[in-house]
């Protein structure tokens, strides 16, 4: 009596049609992130399939398939698309979850490591800004900042990061409204210089304080900035006036990497 021959096993590992899946998903992702990266609202079939170096019918079927979703929105006149509701509600939803404070956190204990300072996370709230977290190192003389104060938005590092950054006019209009109040001696409170250093700012990417916050404190800030270019929060490093007066270029470089890996993540454009 004959027996039957077993069957084949399947090989084991990916299938010719999962890998297909997979490619599709990743060339639809990437389809998305192109919005994000360009300086047009809009791309044509041509464009996206000579950014991606794959075929216009491939780029048709893929853009067709997230049409159906509304993740794409396609212009019916010029033929040129753009991202559709379901995208913008999938960045609505992102922002409505998103928790900054735990997104920077072990931002904030590496930078404290590293610096041997203490870092800060500060958002903005109107014409101030407050602090909302803090990590102080192991050291004998720290520097620690009271959390949820108000600050105006124009003394000390942190608040100078976040109005040089502010589009033009909302920036001007804090400037216009005048006097300024100063917190100690060295708040620059003249809105002519106060425009030179928040360009200087804007150049160098970070800002610095020397007592102008605190007396005795000094501190080095820089954004996290979003797809806008618009801050979502500011970082800082600050410690003794004197120590640091030795440590800020070591402390503002550290500070960069920090911020700009984080805005990033935020969306930002390096």
């Known amino acids: 009596m004959s027996t039957l021959p077993a069957p084949e096993q399947a090989p084991v590992g990916r299938s010719s049609s999962g890998s297909q899946t997979v490619a599709t998903v990743e060339r639809a992702a990437d389809i998305l992130l192109l919005f994000t990266e360009t300086d047009s609202n809009t791309?044509?079939?041509?464009?996206?399939?000579?950014?991606?170096?794959?075929?216009?019918?491939?780029?048709?079927?893929?853009?067709?398939?997230?049409?159906?979703?509304?993740?794409?929105?396609?212009?019916?006149?010029?033929?040129?698309?753009?991202?559709?509701?379901?995208?913008?509600?999938?960045?609505?939803?992102?922002?409505?979850?998103?928790?900054?404070?735990?997104?920077v956190a072990p931002?904030?204990?590496?930078?404290?490591?590293?610096?041997?300072?203490?870092?800060?996370?500060?958002?903005?709230?109107?014409?101030?800004?407050?602090?909302?977290d803090q990590v102080t190192p192991q050291r004998e003389v720290i520097m620690t900042v009271p959390v949820g104060v108000r600050y105006p938005l124009h003394a000390g590092s942190s608040s100078k990061a976040?109005?040089?950054?502010?589009?033009?006019?909302?920036?001007?209009?804090?400037?216009?409204?005048?006097?300024?109040?100063?917190?100690?001696?060295?708040?620059?409170?003249?809105?002519?210089?106060?425009?030179?250093?928040?360009?200087?700012?804007?150049?160098?990417?970070?800002?610095?304080?020397?007592?102008?916050r605190q007396a005795g404190a000094a501190s080095t800030a820089a954004p996290i900035l979003d797809h806008r270019g618009e801050p979502v929060a500011v970082v800082s490093v600050c410690g003794p006036r004197e120590r640091f007066l030795e440590e800020a270029g070591h402390c503002s470089r550290a500070l960069l990497e920090t911020t700009r890996r984080l805005s990033t993540r935020m969306g930002a454009r390096n």
């Open 43 to 103: 791309l044509g079939v041509t464009e996206i399939a000579e950014k991606l170096g794959t075929s216009k019918a491939a780029v048709h079927r893929i853009l067709a398939s997230l049409r159906s979703r509304h993740l794409i929105h396609l212009d019916e006149e010029s033929r040129r698309y753009s991202l559709g509701t379901t995208a913008m509600r999938l960045g609505a939803a992102y922002q409505e979850r998103m928790d900054i404070r735990q997104i």
């Open 107 to 132: 931002d904030l204990r590496s930078l404290s490591r590293l610096t041997g300072e203490t870092t800060t996370l500060s958002v903005r709230t109107g014409d101030a800004r407050v602090y909302i």
């Open 162 to 212: 976040f109005l040089a950054f502010l589009p033009e006019d909302e920036r001007e209009a804090y400037l216009e409204r005048e006097p300024l109040g100063s917190l100690t001696g060295e708040t620059l409170v003249d809105t002519y210089e106060l425009r030179r250093e928040l360009e200087r700012i804007r150049a160098a990417g970070y800002a610095t304080s020397f007592g102008e």
